[in-house]
């Protein structure tokens, strides 16, 4: 890239923002916050491509709002990839929720129970329990040995019982 280009890349830029903003605020991006997101990543592809800008100075107008058009294309493709995956995960998971809804005294004890452990405790529990991976992935995942994680999981799940029994004792 030449010194002119830089500057052509520039002025063509710094002309067209505001318009290319108002391009994806209008109708076109929901919410409205992803149109600054959509602007820088079109100022983005416009750099990797300062190669290919025209030379006509009329025609860089015309050259970045392509760019926006393919970058806010590129956007409405990704969310609706998003959404269908939401939906997705959804699905499976709204019935599994149905079967068993605990009671709001049991939850609230769990979590305090889990907020006393130690952090590194909790996050070993949560990744064998909420995230179901083994004891041994768990402590790869945490970059542990894997006889270390077996002794803290151990040592969690002692706390557990024991703050989870003292609560079940104070509540009766």
Known sequence: MTTDQSAQMRAALQGTADDLLGYFERRRTH???????????????????????????????????????????NHRRSAGRR??????????????????????????????????????????VMLIHWDGFTVTEAAELLGLNASTARSRYSAARQQLREALLSSATIAS
């Open 83 to 124: 959404n269908a995956l939401a939906d997705r995960l959804r699905a499976q998971v709204t019935p599994a929720a149905e079967e068993h809804v605990a009671d709001p005294s049991e939850t609230t004890a769990v979590r305090d129970a889990m907020l006393r452990l130690h952090a590194a405790h909790r996050e070993l």
């Open 31 to 73: 919410p409205r916050e992803d149109a600054a997101d959509l602007l820088a990543e079109t100022m983005l592809q416009a750099w990797r491509r300062v190669d290919a800008m025209p030379e006509a100075p009329e025609r860089r107008r015309m050259w970045l709002f392509t760019i926006a058009a393919h970058v806010l294309a």
